[in-house]
Each structure stands twice: as C-alpha cells, then as structure tokens.
C-alpha cells in the first residue's frame, strides 16, 4: 500500500462506483409518521395528496420513503398513545391531519422530531405556534382560516335560498374549533338579520336527532361544520339533509361528491399537497421554526345540479357562473 504511486491510489478510488451495491454504506430508507383523528376510509383523496406533495420533494413511499399511519377513528383520547408510539418508532418527521388534536398530540409527545401540521382554524390561537410567520420550535404545517369564508358561504346559501330566515349550524361539541365556529357564524348570521338555530351531534344518533329538529324548528338552509367525525359520516348527513329537504353548504367538495347540495371552502387536496411538500423539504434538512405556517389560498365553489332539483331549487345563473365545478 506504502508503496502504491498517488495515481494509482486515486484510480482505485474512482472505481468505487462500480463496486457491488452490497459493499458500499446503505443510506436508511427515511420514515415518517402520519397521525390522524379520522378514519382511512373517507381520507384516501387526503393521503394521495400528501403523497403527491412528497412526490415533488422527490420522495415516493415504498421507494426511497416509509410512512407510518395511525388513525385515531375520531376517538380523540387514543390521540396522545398513537403520538407517542410514532415517537417510539424514532420517525423522522410526523405529519399531524384532522384539525387540532392530532397536532396538539404530537407537540405533546416530542419537542425534537419535526412536525408539519394540516388544521382549519388559527393555529396560533391554538397554541400550536408562536406566529405564522416565525412559528418556533419543532413545528410548522398548513392552515386554512375559515373567518373570512363563513360570510362567504351563508351569502351563498341566501343567494340560493333567499325566504330562509332561520339558518341552521350543525357542529360537534368535541371538536375544538366549534366554539370559534359558533362565534363567526353568529355574527354571520346577524349581520343579514337572520336568526340561528345550533345542531350538535358527536354520534350517528345525534345526527339522526338533530336533523330531526332542525326541521322541527323549521330550518330554511344550513351549515354543516367540517370535522374528523362528520367526514367519516358523510354519506349518512348528506342522506339526512335529503330526507328532510334542507338545503345545506358544506366544508369541501367531497360532501358534494356524496349528493350534497353545495360546498365552498378552501381546497382541501391542495392543502394536504402543500403539507407534503413540507415534510419533503423537512426530509432534506430545512427546519420547522424557518418555514413559516402557509394558509392556503385556494379555494373551491361546487354545485351538484342533481340534488338542487331534487330539493325543487332553481340555481341562479350568478351563481353558475361563480362554481369552479357544476356536478350534473
């Protein structure tokens, strides 16, 4: 070896790259956690999303990245135990869905591992950040603040169904955005001269009785408040809402999809692609307190023409021609 010429010793180096995969150092394949309150069922358009977000950071599971999924099944108090066991499992990043508790759960369990959260609502009210733009500590993510939008959807709904002079809001109690939900739609409401009759449920029996009253109390038009729990129910509110002929908005396109009436909101899929992105770019090295909480700014009108006839309701052409989607 001593006695080997420099030029010699370089070419042997070079030649490394030509060595068996087995005798070169294996880089570990990444692996990062998503921790969810809801169910995988109703988050598949959800986890497609995230996964096309990584795509464009370059990283695709089953490829060079793992991901680890737990799913809370709306059952809030298994939220700190499955935090817990991803930071067991020594995850690189942990990617926090379904509003608050899941990212308050994650904060909770580790202030080392990075964590990118997906939330409606103000993540600093929540005390999730310091600030939007200098969120601090091992967290970051992608909010979509609903003030702004809740005027926006009551004046759709009152644009459709203008003799509706009681609006309804249907939320669940367990959710921790519902008290400022209440507050918005409120003043919402009032400043139309409109009154507002509240609906809680947290379980399909809930649904089925607080449907039931607010046709009793002769609801003209409502609003359904988007949540882990009335995702996974989706397909019984919407069935609801038809039973009784309320016309209702929703919080995403995928109520639409399902027969309901009409959905405004900030793009959902966007959002979760935008969270991707971030855990891609936390995966080659930048850090959470740097990247500073994105709100999505995109939103999204649908209309479904078939349950608008089946509720007698004539669209206006104004509103027409504002869908970003018509479903015939």
Known sequence: MFGMKR????????????WPLSTRAQQPMPVIGFLSSAAPGPYAAIVAAVRQGLRETGYVEGQNLTIEYRWADSQLDRLPALAADLVSRKVAVILSSGSVPPALAAKAATS????????????VAAGIVDSLNRPGGNITGVSFLTSAS????????????????????????????????????????RALGLTLHVARASSERELDDAFATLAQRGVGALIVHSEPFFRIRTP?????AAR????????????????????????????????????GKILRGEKPADLPVMQSTKFEFVINLKTARGLALQIPDKLLALADEVIE
């Open 7 to 18: 030029r010699e010793f370089m070419a042997l180096l070079g030649g490394a790259a030509t």
């Open 112 to 123: 080392t591992i990075p964590i990118a959260f997906h939330m409606g609502g103000d993540p």
């Open 236 to 240: 019984q509110i919407v069935a609801l």
């Open 244 to 279: 009784y002929a309320i016309p209702a908005i929703y919080l995403g396109r995928d109520y639409v999809l399902a027969g309901g009436l009409m959905g405004y909101s900030a793009s959902i899929t966007d959002a979760y692609r935008q969270q991707g992105v971030y855990a």
């Open 150 to 189: 809740t005027s926006k959807r009551l004046g759709l709904l009152s644009e459709l169904v203008p003799a509706a002079t009681v609006i309804g809001l249907l939320c669940n109690p367990n959710d921790p955005s519902t008290q400022n939900v209440l507050n918005e739609t409120a003043v919402a409401v």
